[in-house]
């Protein structure tokens, strides 16, 4: 793009209120933000059971820079795959169940190194509308033919599937969608799998952690064994509060992407010290299961807010669905507008308010599905709940 086109491109983002931008944090991640100076109640964090800034994982954390340094010098295949990356790899996969478990640097990397590694020109990819962005540009990068069924929509998938003619087919879901917060039919999907002989992989981020009897997953919902769901992704960013992420599978697959995963092969393996701090993490979300407890709470008592808010006309328990029950527990709660413009200014009155919510704009969200992404953590007080419903309805 000619340099001129980029001062027009920009200009068009500012005009059509599309612009990104960042705002500098000066405080620990929590429901209550620094930000630019000012103080803030968070309600667009990720970090759902209020682990980002938990003592026992800042501790290990600190325990792991003093043991192994800040950088870990190389990738994992050359010499930057600790004792500490080893082991987390290890009690990733017992946490999900599975045979083993390959760490990544980050959730994208993971999700375009899997699927680029599997696929190539000639064989299908299938992947729902809502997919998150990594998984779509991993379909793209594949060079296999790359074709979106529906949202949610098995019937859909089921008539694509019957009419390719690829050798290998792979089926992609995210389990909780990150910009709706439904679930994935993920028993239909695995049905799919089967009856088409294709490979069928679940990216798990906003999942891991939060859904489930023992926060397992999605996957925990429907007792999804390895040979179900042969190819899991999971972050270590949200739930588990620190940074990085994993694929778990049978011991064949990870030893095939140590062989092809690229993104895995030519990156720096993340410091020691994070993988530390994960491994605290994990022991958190079982020993501290009231985080995940609380989080249902507190979205359960949002949720029961929704039907009083109305914005621009739009009732703010406009997304629910239910074909899934398990979809109301989720963290991930947002009052979708459509509006562009009203929603940036509603939420820029939030931000007036003191409270962040973030306006989802395109192409993150579909045309004319412009929303307020509202996520809930288990730090949120009551109080702090009723605070966003309260000017909600202001």
């Not at 599309?18 to 990720?46: A, D, H």
């Not at 690229?262 to 979300?285: F, Q, W």
Request: proline share 3%; with cysteine.
């Amino acid at each position: 793009m000619e340099k001129k086109s980029i001062h027009q491109f920009l200009q068009q983002q500012r005009s059509n209120d599309l612009y990104r931008s960042r705002s500098i944090v000066e405080s620990p991640q929590g429901v209550n933000l620094e930000l630019n100076g000012k103080s803030y109640l968070n309600f667009c964090s990720n970090d759902y059971l209020g682990l980002a800034n938990h003592p026992k994982i800042t501790e290990a954390f600190v325990k792991g820079i003093k043991q192994y340094g800040v950088g870990s010098g190389a990738s994992h295949l050359i010499n930057g795959h600790s004792r500490a990356h080893h082991q987390l790899e290890e009690e990733l996969a017992e946490f999900v169940q599975r045979p083993r478990a390959l760490l990544f640097s980050t959730g994208y990397m993971a999700n375009l190194g899997v699927i680029s590694a599997l696929l190539a020109k000639g064989d299908a990819v299938f992947e729902d509308r809502l997919n998150h962005a990594s998984l779509l540009d991993g379909g793209l990068l594949s060079q296999a033919r790359l074709q979106r069924y529906q949202h949610c929509d098995a019937g859909d998938l089921a008539v694509k599937l019957s009419r390719s003619k690829a050798k290998t087919k792979l089926i992609c879901t995210d389990g909780v969608f990150s910009m709706d917060g439904d679930i994935a039919p993920l028993a239909e999907l695995v049905t799919q799998s089967t009856q088409s002989n294709s490979w069928l992989m679940v990216d798990d981020a906003h999942g891991l952690g939060t859904v489930g009897a023992t926060g397992r997953g999605c996957l925990e919902l429907i007792n999804a064994t390895v040979d179900d769901v042969p190819i899991l992704m999971g972050t270590l960013g949200k739930a588990l509060g620190t940074f990085g992420a994993f694929v778990a599978g049978d011991a064949d697959l990870i030893e095939f992407l140590i062989q092809r995963a690229r993104s895995y092969i030519y990156t720096t393996a993340m410091p020691a010290a994070v993988a530390e701090a994960t491994r605290m993490s994990i022991k958190l979300v079982d020993e501290e299961s009231w985080r995940r407890e609380q989080l249902k709470k507190n979205i359960s008592y949002f949720k029961q807010g929704l039907p009083q808010i109305e914005i621009n006309g739009v009732t703010g328990d406009n997304n629910d669905t239910d074909s899934n029950p398990e979809n109301y527990l989720t963290p991930i709660q947002p009052i979708l507008i459509g509006d562009v413009q009203q929603t940036v200014r509603v939420s820029e009155i939030l931000k007036q308010a003191g409270i962040l919510v973030s306006a989802i704009r395109p192409p993150t969200v579909p045309e004319n599905t412009a929303r307020l992404r509202i996520t809930l953590c288990a730090d949120h007080s009551k109080q702090q709940i009723e605070q966003l419903l309260d000017t909600l309805s202001r």
